[in-house]
């Protein structure tokens, strides 16, 4: 039987309270009061979708060797590219190896389930790695400006070692254009509030959960847990009443803490109630957007074993956090506001794809080599072995860095380089097992730098060449939690 | 074995513009003045010149690339003429094609220059670096400017010896004081102040720990040498100054990439030192050598610089520096114009601009920051970054 096999999951390191954004602009619209509550997540400057669905299925990963798994999709309705697959920039920082299926899947916040199906559906006993992950962008002023926020999550799916059986599900589909966008735009269209929640999540989604109940012969109350992706806090009422479910059955949709995380929101969701599942638990699925996926799973004892694994997941990303409390510093982060970045951060190479693609997955993955002869880790790959008491030619093997620990041997703040968070932090990394890489640090203030401290890898939006339509991908070192 | 050029080219001219942000003149206008003075100096004509050698870093922004600036410019009538580049070791890069040339015997008498013109690039700092590491390095390459990889220099300094950001600080500003003071002395510098160090230790952050005063100015510039072999020297002038070793190392790369290094100090620079000691015949420089031009780009790295050259022990510049060892007073003064500075650095020209200290020293023509009767002058150069580096060290004397 096909299910769950791992989860993981991943939330941005800001967090932004909504009275922030209140305070500054709910002058214009006073009426977004009502979601001025709690905080969000706010995805860092050099993170987008995909980088955060690379940090969840990291965390999904675990030891589970990459060669075991045979495709990556990834959901999102706030790709980076419209064109260059978002899925196998996620494959490759993953390093999972080319004989592999990828694909994206977006245009709607129920992308997220559509992806988990397409992986659960006639599974014939392939592993794949489904991923969701989102970074909207909304208008200042807008209600969505407070209820966005950023995170994702990530599953392996497969027939072994199952902690989740997939049991059943049902989806519709239904053109119902609460908002809407073309690849032109930057920002949706949206109707009226009040129909999203009166004929949109209130009706939708309880004919998805109806559909699954009567196909399946169930009743809601044979679910330990419900997860209903309804960001909408003021349509919750209705649609549990709607669907027979209790306040107990209802796993919470964080809109306190993270926000509407759109096409990964179902998923994160889902992800929280693995976290502390038991097994026997039934857990019902249910997303939202262009119709609705309802999805059944039945948690089995393997997951007991499973949460020793010293995942982070929801709980563990949730308690990392830094608050984000300079309106100004978000809207820069995410592109909103003209910023004077000199001339000096106007200047940008372009970047040259022969060369990006013969490097393969060095810039991709972190992976370096380490010599035969002496063993010593090394990046970037060169033929010839770095280590002065060595020198071999030719005598080497591929050696991931993206997996490995490190501790700074120096570092700076530089107030010089153009960065979109001054000072850019920088520092040269020793590894644990040997090699030493010259590395940007991201989500940290330069106060907590130390010499020695401790650091792990994390894939992140390099730079950023909009004229060229480019966004260049690669690692960064982050503080070991 | 090799014998080294110790003894066997001397310089007979030299020539060196006012350094500063010079926006009424062009990298042209640079070279004909520094070449004017040189042979002036020299008392020779520019037909008297065999070949030519020319130093600039950011050609993108200044000259264009290959020789021909130089020669279009100067109108030198056909002769072989090449371009080098080094990073910050370009100047001294181009001395060494003319002092290798007349050594060898390929040429009588050749022709050094530097020059670079950084300040139309409209923001402050270097040059953008762009491709300088090649096409890889937006996509692997830090986000780092030049004050950010000295600066780690300064971390990982003060973290291995113990200096609280307050103690390393303060023996940095001693540094940039000292510096600033003899730039005061100095008709040609660019910055001309004397800096307070409590003004250096409160001054903005540029790249932590470096402040403003830590870093070095960013300015245009041109220096020119001109070189015969020694025993003609006096066919010219009567006081030559003699090229004693001239020597470049340059990094493995294992800096970067293997834990080898504790990133405290420039291991080029202290294998150049080395090597150029080695072909001078000097034993002990900390006794031998009367006054130093180093690359003080950063305050930090003219202090590692001191121990990478063993005239401190290692771990302990601090205390010299805070006796005042390096001084325009003290037992090795250093930085006797200036140095980088109150120069600035405009990358092509630094290195000759340094030896034209070195030169007008050891001929008792430093006018009020003379030192008292050198005998042996150092220039060293690094390039690149700590962890990347290319290196030079010359040493000079007034006698063979």
């Given at each position: 039987m096909a299910g769950i096999t791992s989860y993981g999951a991943y939330i941005p390191w800001y967090r932004m309270k909504r009275s922030i954004i209140f305070e500054q602009m709910g002058w214009f619209n006073a009426g977004n009061a009502a979601v001025a509550r709690g905080e969000k997540a706010v995805a860092n400057y050099d993170e987008d979708s995909v980088t955060m669905a690379v940090a969840a299925a990291l965390d999904c990963l675990g030891e589970n060797p990459r060669d075991h798994i045979d495709g990556l999709y990834l959901a999102s309705t706030s790709f980076p590219f419209a064109q260059r697959q978002n899925a196998v920039i996620a494959s490759q920082g993953l390093d999972l190896p080319p004989a592999v299926r990828t694909a994206d899947f977006g245009g709607s916040t129920k992308a997220g389930t559509s992806a988990l199906l397409a992986a659960l559906d006639g599974a014939d006993n392939r592993r794949l790695m489904v991923c969701a992950g989102e970074n909207r962008l909304a208008k200042p002023g807008s209600s969505q400006e407070y209820t966005y926020g950023d995170g994702a999550a990530a599953f392996l799916t497969g027939e072994e070692n199952v902690l989740a059986e997939f049991k059943g599900s049902y989806s519709v589909s239904a053109d119902f254009i609460d908002f809407r966008r073309t690849p032109e735009e930057r920002f949706s269209h949206g109707w009226e509030e009040r129909w999203i929640r009166d004929e949109g999540y209130s009706r939708i989604i309880p004919q998805a959960v109806a559909g699954l109940l009567n196909r399946y012969d169930l009743k809601i109350s044979d679910f330990a847990k419900v997860v209903l992706a309804c960001p909408a806090a003021g349509a919750m009422k209705g649609l549990m009443r709607a669907i027979g479910a209790v306040p107990e059955q209802v796993q919470d949709t964080m809109m306190d803490t993270i926000g509407d995380t759109g096409a990964a929101l179902p998923l994160m969701v889902l992800a929280a109630a693995l976290e502390e599942a038991k097994a026997g638990d039934r857990i019902l699925v249910v997303s939202y957007g262009s119709g609705s996926d309802a999805l059944w799973f039945e948690v089995t004892p393997a997951i007991e074993g499973f949460r020793t694994g010293g995942r982070k997941g929801i709980a563990g990303h949730l308690a990392r956090r830094n608050d984000l409390s300079v309106y100004g510093k978000y809207l820069v982060f995410r592109n909103l506001i003209p910023l004077e970045v000199g001339i000096r951060g106007e200047e940008i190479t372009p970047t040259a794809m022969s060369s990006l693609w013969r490097d393969g997955n060095a810039i991709s993955a972190l992976v370096g080599s380490r010599c035969r002869a002496c063993g010593t880790p090394q990046f970037p790959q060169e033929r010839v072995c770095v280590n002065p008491d060595c020198g071999a030619t030719d005598n080497m093997e591929e050696y991931p860095f993206s997996d490995k620990a490190g501790t700074l041997a120096s570092y700076t703040g530089d107030n010089l380089a153009f960065s979109w968070d001054p000072p850019q932090i920088y520092g040269l990394v020793d590894f644990e097992e040997g090699g030493r890489i010259l590395l940007d640090l991201t989500d940290c203030s330069l106060d907590a730098v130390r010499v020695k401290m401790p650091v792990t890898m994390s894939f992140r939006r390099k730079y950023a060449d909009p004229r060229r339509g480019y966004y260049g991908y690669f690692w960064k070192a982050v503080p070991a939690a | 074995m090799a014998q080294g050029i110790n003894n066997e080219v001397a310089i007979i001219g030299m020539g060196c513009t006012t350094f500063g942000e010079l926006w009424d003149r062009s990298a042209s206008d640079l070279m004909v003045d520094a070449f004017q003075e040189a042979l002036e100096d020299a008392g020779i004509e520019k037909k008297d010149i065999d070949a030519a050698w020319f130093g600039t870093c950011f050609d993108e922004v200044n000259v264009g690339k290959s020789a021909l600036s130089l020669t279009k410019t100067l109108k030198l009538p056909f002769i072989p003429a090449t371009r080098v580049e080094n990073f910050c070791a370009s100047g001294t890069e181009s001395f060494r094609g003319a002092c290798y040339a007349v050594a060898s015997g390929a040429c009588d008498i050749a022709l050094a220059m530097g020059v670079e013109k950084l300040k139309d690039t409209g923001y402050g700092g270097l040059p953008d670096f762009g491709n300088l590491l090649g096409s890889q390095n937006r996509a692997i390459f830090a986000n780092l400017t030049a004050p950010g990889g000295f600066a780690m220099l300064a971390t990982a300094y003060f973290d291995k010896y113990g200096l609280s950001p307050e103690e390393g600080k303060r023996a940095l500003a001693h540094i940039s004081s000292k510096s600033h003071h003899n730039g005061t002395l100095s008709p040609k510098a660019h910055l001309r102040s004397e800096v307070s160090i409590e003004k250096i230790m409160n001054a903005p952050i540029i790249a932590w720990p470096l402040g403003l005063f830590d870093c070095c100015g960013v300015s245009d510039g041109a220096a020119c040498a001109i070189v015969c072999r020694a025993s003609r020297a006096s066919e010219f002038r009567k006081d030559p100054v003699y090229v004693k070793g001239l020597q470049i190392a340059v990094t493995?790369?294992?800096?970067?990439?293997?834990?080898?290094?504790?990133?405290?100090?420039v291991i080029p620079t202290y294998r150049a030192g080395c090597a150029a000691f080695k072909e001078a015949g000097i034993t002990n420089p900390r006794e031998e050598i009367s006054m130093m031009e180093v690359h003080d780009c950063f305050s930090i790295t003219e202090l590692s610089t001191y121990e990478d050259l063993q005239i401190s022990p290692r771990g302990k510049a601090v205390e010299d520096i805070e006796a005042g060892f390096?001084?325009?007073?003290?037992?090795i003064p250093c930085q006797?114009?200036?140095?980088l500075k109150c120069f600035g650095h405009p990358i092509g020209a630094s290195g000759i601009r340094m030896i034209y200290e070195e030169y007008k020293q050891l001929q008792g023509k430093a006018g009020e920051r003379q030192v008292a009767s050198p005998r042996i002058g150092l220039t060293h150069n690094l390039g690149g970054f700590p962890c990347m580096s290319v290196v030079s060290v010359a040493v000079f004397g007034n006698t063979l």
């Open positions: - | 493995s790369g294992e800096e970067m990439a293997h834990q080898k290094w504790d990133g405290t100090h390096f001084d325009l007073d003290g037992t006797t114009d200036g140095g």
